[in-house]
Each structure stands twice: as C-alpha cells, then as structure tokens.
C-alpha cells in the first residue's frame, strides 16, 4: 500500500476537563495519515503562528485535502487519530484483533489498509481496538517522525 493513502482523524481538543466528546474540532484527512505526514501537516500548522486563529483553522489552512468531519466514527477506513492540544499530541493506531486464534498463528497484517481490505478481512476479525503510540509534545512529534522520513 503506498504512504499517500493513509486515512485519519486529527481531533483537536481545547478543553481536557470536559469528556473527550466536548470541545472537540474533528478533521479528516484522506492522504498522507501515517505519522510522517501528521509530523509534516502538524509542522505545517505550527508555522502559521497562533495569531491566525484556532488550530483547527490553522491545520485547515495548511493542509488541502482537510475536511471538517461531525464525527469520527463517520469515517470508518481510518487507520490512526490523532488528539492535538497546543501542548500534547497523542497518537493511536487501530490494531485488529483476529477471531478464534491465537495471534501468534495468524499472518496477515495486524493493520488496516483500505475499507475495501477491511471488507475482505471481516471473516478474519472479531474486533479491533484504538493503540496509543505516541504521546509527547508537538515538536518532539515532528522531530520524531519528519526526520525518518527524509
């Protein structure tokens, strides 16, 4: 599968009091999702500056191919979400789980690619489960991840 394909969600939250369902802005990105192209659209966000607007507006503005989304589970080919205040992102893949085997003796990918793939993998998997990755500052996600991929 190549890189360019790569579904996600970025949720950018401005209240860590409220439930996680409150103050939330969800944006979808149907390219790029893995986390080197998070790592370079988060850069891309970061250098706009604060002084034009939200970081939503401002991961909007950056990014072409972001939509304003009303929720996550609208969008069900995605293959990592990504929670960014302007001082965390966290980072979570979707991890499936096979049905009636141990894993050890299953040998397809573990992993989403597309929904077309995850149609033909429903007889293989009972469920599938969120799995943080990563959890530290925005800069040291783009330090991270956009020197591995250069």
């Known amino acids: 599968m190549e890189k360019n394909n790569t579904r996600a969600i970025f949720r950018f939250m ?80 979707l991890i499936l789980i096979p049905k009636h085997r141990p894993w050890y003796q299953f040998k397809l990918p573990f992993v989403v690619r597309r929904a077309k793939e995850r149609k033909k993998w429903n007889v293989y998997f009972q469920s599938a489960e969120w799995h943080v990755f990563y959890h530290d500052t925005p800069q040291a996600f783009i330090e991270k991840y956009v020197s591995n991929s250069q």
């Open 14 to 93: 401005y209240s860590l009091q409220l439930p996680r369902t409150y103050n939330n802005i969800f944006v979808y990105v149907k390219r790029n999702g893995d986390p080197d192209g998070a790592a370079q659209s988060i850069k891309k966000m970061l250098e706009i500056g604060n002084s034009n607007g939200c970081l939503a507006s401002q991961f909007i503005r950056s990014n072409e191919n972001a939509i304003i989304t009303e929720s996550p589970e609208n969008h069900t080919d995605t293959e990592f979400q990504y929670y960014v205040t302007s001082k965390i992102v966290s980072a979570e893949r």
